[in-house]
């Protein structure tokens, strides 16, 4: 009976963690420069370092290119995380590009703002697994969201429209799992510019899971 009891309350305090979790949140961002050395075009690329909520040095990746920042800046930012937006496709909405048409006519068969972000999370996660493919996705990624006037006036570097049609396929070949497959991946909302990232377990998820084992085993002993 108690290891009964013992799963049971461990599968609520989960549940629990990760209904906080989903939840979307906001954060402040702090952008305290690029040191990675790579350059796409005339500007710099992946990583964007961040102090985020207090924890220095997060790397993270501008998913926009009509903006320009610089260091120093410090923003309010909505956190997204990607996996909850493909299961709940209606939070595309707290993002920045997901209600427009940038993407349209980018590349052959991509049909709404969700694909285009899952798109761009592909690219993201490959880049970060091979650092060779940093400029080039970094272009692929800021030609993905471009506004017509930012292609024809700002050099975006040597963007290439197979790895955007190769990273396509790839979403639709795997429609199932495609929530746990980029659900890493964070959207950084603030204005006027996107920001992606790697999930970290947070605090938020942590405390309840503390505070849940440490009654659940004090009940066993």
Do not use: H
């Amino acid at each position: 009976m108690k290891r009964r009891i013992l799963f049971g309350s461990i599968a609520l305090c989960m549940f629990l963690a990760l209904a906080m979790v989903a939840q979307a949140e906001q954060v402040t961002l702090y952008y305290t420069g690029n040191t990675g050395g790579y350059v796409s075009g005339g500007y710099y690329a992946y990583p964007y370092y961040f102090n985020v909520a207090g924890t220095p040095n997060v790397p993270l990746l501008c998913d926009d290119a009509n903006d320009e920042i610089s260091g120093g800046q410090s923003w309010t930012a909505q956190v997204t995380n990607l996996g909850d937006i493909i299961r709940n496709p209606t939070l595309i909405t707290q993002t920045m590009f997901g209600s427009t048409t940038n993407w349209l006519n980018k590349v052959a068969g991509l049909s709404s703002g969700l694909q285009a972000y899952e798109v761009a999370a592909y690219l993201f996660l490959q880049m970060r697994a091979n650092p060779s493919l940093i400029s080039e996705y970094q272009s692929d990624i800021w030609y993905l969201f471009a506004t017509q006037s930012t292609l024809q006036n700002d050099n975006l570097g040597s963007y290439n429209t197979n790895d955007i049609s190769a990273a396509l396929s790839w979403v639709n070949q795997n429609q199932a799992t495609l929530a746990a497959s980029l659900g890493s991946v964070n959207i950084y909302t603030p204005d006027p510019q996107e920001f992606f990232g790697v999930a970290e377990p947070s605090l938020a998820m942590l405390l309840p899971l503390g505070v849940c084992f440490v009654g659940t085993f004090r009940k066993l002993f």
